[in-house]
């Protein structure tokens, strides 16, 4: 079944050629013992490592089941050494960091037999070599004769054809290795063994055929192998491969026996992750804060519809193809713009229509103002007195306006207002109120006024009809105040509930503290618009109140005109819409859906909004994220270093695994496998590194958290994202692997031979 036809095999040693065999010829049977003598350096081992796949000639031919073996590749030597090759080293050879359980298992695994039945065969195999309670422990737990027995177990589960044992005996006492000579007597009866010895005693006592070699030749045969003898059939080699899981395994038992270095070479690496972390979680945190303040800004800034714009009748040049600052002798003239003109906004019934049925959930409100005089009177101090309407401000209605106030207000006493007579009051985070509001109210001046009190005051709002009067050609202001005061057609306005803006909003600068709903306006103009003194002021080209002319014939005069008519209540369009976002994402598609409107409509037809937020918006995200990816930028150095690192260390491990890389071979290991296992000791490398390093960064949030509060009253500012934290894992995994990536590569080519020599 193994024939060695003319083989020869010489090493070089800088300059000079040493010759190790010269034109062995040999045949050997399927089931014999035989022993190769000889003295050392006579070309013993080099043969054995040849007839194993482990060393290669470099002429003649080595026939195994009468298949030629000069064409093999690497892949073929693998699956060679796996399924017809079991090894018994003198120096045993066991893997220390695993049990012996496990070293029996490792060449089951490389054939791909699954776990129950790999561990069942090795089990059993350990208790025939007399090893059934020692299965879990490790090799160094064992003496000399055990450790060789769990070798020979080794060499036996997959059930090779062949058995080569290089001096199985040489460290062994002579006890022992009569035990350790009995056994692989036994296996002979069944299998080719073929070992090599210096002990012309136990070959002659339990060897059926004896080699002697000298200075690389064959000196003698005891029973040489007739050509009549054997029937060769053609053998085919089954493909090896080790799972990434078995690579895990090896990997991982590997670090536990270096648990110190472990944890210091992952902590090192970890501290560029634990920087990323903290800076990520500070950029998490100042978005949060960053939000809460553009709401608070796009409550002042929302985007703007006015019912007016300009527009200028030539554009103006941006000559982008000239050069700035330019050293030349001669001016360029240029076309002067026009005046510009104000537009009208064509804001209608469609287009409030469809602003109603925008998605309330990108919108925290509406507001809708009209140019219309509130005619409002109150008794103050026994007196009834006409009032500024500039004390009452309408809240943002429409879709988001209770979804607005209980977002950013506490309500301290009575109920949000919700009809066209009712009012709200608000007060600052001192509870402070002004002294006019006060006054408005009817209400004494004191140093503090009850919630109760307030609750309930009132203030009248008179309707056209009554509030004016005409006297000749023009109208006047009724002075009989006193009756206007007491008729029942006058809507009393009660304050019905005290507001408060949030601890979180208190940066909202708010000016207004006497807030009305948008029903009230609508109202008024309802009662308003078929007035007296509007239809009086349709049909003249003067102020009917003022007296003041309007130029018919002009857009300026009609544009007075209709603007006093809008005061008078006469206009139900808005003269401006103002809609705040939730944030600066529901901006955004707030502006599609008024593109959408606009979509497909004549210039003239479109509607023009100013977005005030955008530069801040743009601004404020563009300096964070800049800040934020500096930062990173200085931590991801650490990263680098740290994979620097990983590829150092890696490389150590590889010289200390050479004897392991050279066993892993021997049992018919790939070079891709043993890639693999480095890979795999990388990988667990970085993943420790990922998880020790997002662990003390989310220990370092807690002092982090605590400093910021007291610097700066803002809670949680650094928060991690579980998003990132997973994402810096993976980062963590990936540079190891590659800062592995060429030790790796360096231990998969090192040459079994070698590596079985190391120390």
């Not at 013992?33 to 003649?60: E, Q, Y």
């Not at 991801?636 to 150590?652: C, D, E, N």
């Not at 370092?700 to 007291?710: G, K, R, V």
Request: hydrophobic share 40%.
């Amino acid at each position: 079944m193994l024939e060695l036809k003319n083989i020869t095999k010489s090493y070089k040693t800088g300059n000079c050629k040493q010759i190790a065999l010269k034109n062995i010829q040999l045949k050997f049977r399927r089931h014999e013992f035989v022993v190769i003598l000889g003295p050392s350096g006579s070309g013993k081992t080099t043969l054995l490592n040849i007839m194993g796949g482990l060393d290669h000639f470099d002429a003649g031919d080595l026939i195994v089941e009468n298949q030629s073996t000069k064409k093999f590749k690497a892949k073929d030597w693998d699956a060679y050494r796996n399924h017809y090759i079991g090894f018994i080293f003198q120096n045993y050879h066991l893997i220390p960091s695993i049990s012996i359980l496990n070293n029996v298992l490792m060449g089951l695994t490389l054939r791909g037999i699954s776990a129950k039945k790999r561990k069942r065969m090795a089990k059993k195999m350990l208790e025939q070599v007399g090893l059934k309670d020692h299965i879990h422990k490790k090799p160094k737990e064992l003496s000399g004769g055990q450790m060789q027995r769990v070798a020979i177990a080794r060499a036996l589960v997959c059930n090779p054809n062949i058995i080569l044992a290089d001096e199985p005996t040489g460290a062994l006492d002579t006890k022992t290795s009569v035990q350790v000579m009995e056994l692989i007597k036994k296996i002979a009866k069944d299998k080719l063994v073929i070992m090599v010895t210096h002990n012309k005693e136990l070959a002659e006592r339990y060897a059926t055929r004896v080699i002697e070699m000298c200075d690389g030749t064959i000196v003698s045969d005891s029973n040489p192998v007739l050509e009549e003898e054997e029937n060769f059939t053609k053998g085919k080699f089954k493909r090896t491969s080790m799972h990434f899981l078995t690579a895990l395994h090896l990997s991982f038992h590997n670090l536990r026996t270096k648990k110190g270095r472990t944890f210091a070479i992952s902590f090192a690496s970890s501290i560029g992750i634990i920087g990323i972390a903290l800076i990520l979680s500070l950029s998490n945190g100042f978005n949060r804060q960053l939000k809460v303040f553009e709401q608070n800004t796009m409550a002042e800034m929302p985007i703007v519809i006015p019912n007016q714009i300009e527009e200028s009748s030539i554009q103006r040049e941006t000559s982008s193809e000239l050069e700035e600052y330019p050293n030349i002798g001669y001016a360029i003239p240029k076309e002067t713009p026009q005046e510009v003109n104000i537009q009208p906004n064509p804001i209608n019934e469609e287009f409030l229509t469809t602003l109603k049925k925008i998605d309330s959930s990108i919108v925290s409100g509406i507001s809708y103002a009209y140019d219309i005089g509130l005619n409002l009177i109150n008794k103050i101090e026994g007196k009834v007195m006409p009032l500024d309407a500039s004390i009452l401000e309408s809240f943002p209605d429409c879709l988001g306006y209770e979804s607005f106030l209980n977002e950013k207000y506490d309500l301290l006493a009575g109920r949000m207002a919700k009809e066209k007579d009712e009012l709200l009051l608000a007060i600052d985070s001192k509870n402070q109120v002004q002294e006019d509001t006060i006054r408005a109210l009817g209400l004494q001046k004191e140093e503090t006024i009850s919630f109760e009190t307030i609750l309930g005051s009132t203030l009248k709002l008179v309707f056209n009809d009554s509030y004016y009067q005409k006297v000749g050609d023009f109208y006047r202001i009724n002075p009989d105040l006193d009756s206007l005061y007491e008729d029942k057609e006058t809507l009393t306005l009660k304050v019905v509930g005290i507001i408060r803006l949030k601890e979180e909003y208190k940066d909202y600068v708010d000016t207004a503290e006497l807030y009305y709903t948008n029903a009230l306006p609508s109202y008024v103009m309802q009662k308003n618009k078929d007035s007296a003194i509007v239809k009086e002021q349709q049909k003249n080209d003067y102020n009917v109140l003022t007296g003041e002319t309007y130029d018919a014939t002009s857009e300026e005069g009609q544009a007075l005109k209709k603007q006093f008519l809008s005061f008078l209540g006469n206009e139900s369009i808005p003269y401006m819409i103002q809609i705040y976002p939730k944030d600066f994402s529901a901006k955004e598609k707030i502006v599609e859906y008024l593109d959408y409107y606009n979509e497909g409509k004549a210039i003239d037809k479109q509607i023009v909004y100013k977005d005030e937020a955008k530069d801040l918006s743009t601004s404020s995200q563009n300096i964070m994220d800049a800040i934020t990816m500096v930062l990173v930028a200085f931590s991801a150095i650490s990263l680098f270093v740290s994979s620097i690192m990983i590829g150092i260390i890696m490389y150590i491990s590889v010289l200390e695994r050479t004897k392991e890389i050279g066993i892993l071979r021997s049992l018919g290991a790939r070079k891709k496998d043993i890639a693999r296992v480095f890979n795999a000791e990388a990988f667990l490398i970085g993943f420790a590194s990922g998880i020790l390093g997002i662990l003390i960064a989310k220990l370092l949030l807690i002092p982090i958290n605590s400093i910021f509060y007291h610097l700066t009253e803002l809670k949680n500012v650094a928060i991690l994202n579980s998003l990132h934290a997973s994402f810096l894992i993976l980062v963590s995994i990936g540079l190891t692997l590659i800062g592995g990536m060429i030790p790796a590569k360096i231990a998969s080519k090192k040459d079994p031979v070698e590596a079985l020599r190391s120390e």
